[in-house]
């Protein structure tokens, strides 16, 4: 009987180490390409953009993490700006690499590099309006590219066989926020 206990434990193990390689890879390679992102030209390039997220999700916690974190770029976004939308992503410890993923994944791809300039963007010493400014500026070339993440999100949802609403409250509940 012992051993079977010994071999769940060893198990169980051997899945939190998978995971945690799998997460670790994942965040030096989106942390090496912000650095080379960093040295290099200051303006986004739609071009040579590669998608974070190749291929779709297969868990569902996954799709909801997508769902929640699309809902959050739409609605933020939408109501408030960037300047807004990477408050509460600060706020709140969310993922700027996460949502870079979730818009990719729900076909917002071309948004990514706006955001990510934005976030490496600060204001100059006591100079909030060019910071706002230059926030307004990557705002009106996102609302160029006429994509509507909420719509995105609801239809990523249900190509994946999920509730758009239940996911979204169901990750919040999960106490992901």
Known sequence: MWWMIAAGVVAFLIILYVIGKRDIAREEAIEAKEQGARDGVSTPNL??????????????TEEQEVVFYANTFHGYFTNGGLDTLLSVIGMRDLSLNTMCEALTAVGAQPIVPFLKQASLESAPRGDTDAYLGRMRELGAAIDKLELNVGQLSQAYARRHGI?????????????HE
């Open 47 to 60: 071009a040579a953009e590669k998608p974070l997220v190749s291929y779709p999700s297969d868990e569902w």
């Open 163 to 175: 509730d758009w609403y239940d996911a979204h409250l169901t990750y919040r509940r999960d106490g």
